[in-house]
């Protein structure tokens, strides 16, 4: 996507996943968590509807990646990573969102966002378009939260 606003702005929206809920409707709750390795934790639950059902996940994410604020305004770009980090000694399916910031001009940025699941739960194809959609809206939202703080 493209935002009106700088790399360092654009990263404030994306390096924090209790943020996310305001503006990605996949996120329904991000709560921060204990560190763990020097790595800030979230407790995170994910929700999503295709029709008439709602399915939910909570795991916890940690931040792996963060490119520190004077990177950001020296490169005018940035990376952040988030990968699913679970403490209850059970195998489970890889969480992996990763996202990276860059200035086109001195006003506007783009964000580019990946998500890897490694399990079978939200896969199909009314799923998928159900993802798109609300990756669509979520973008929009996005852009429309960022004008609302720049007035």
Known sequence: MTAPCTPLELFGWIEDLAVYPSWMGLVHRADPVETRDG???WDVELRAKVGPFARSKRLVMARTVCTPEEE???NRAGNVVFERDETDGRRHSAWRLSARVAALDTTSST???ELHYGGALWTGGLAERALHEEIVRSRDRLVSRIGETRR
């Open 111 to 113: 964000l580019v966002m």
């Open 39 to 41: 790595r800030l934790r």
């Open 72 to 74: 950001i305004v020296a």
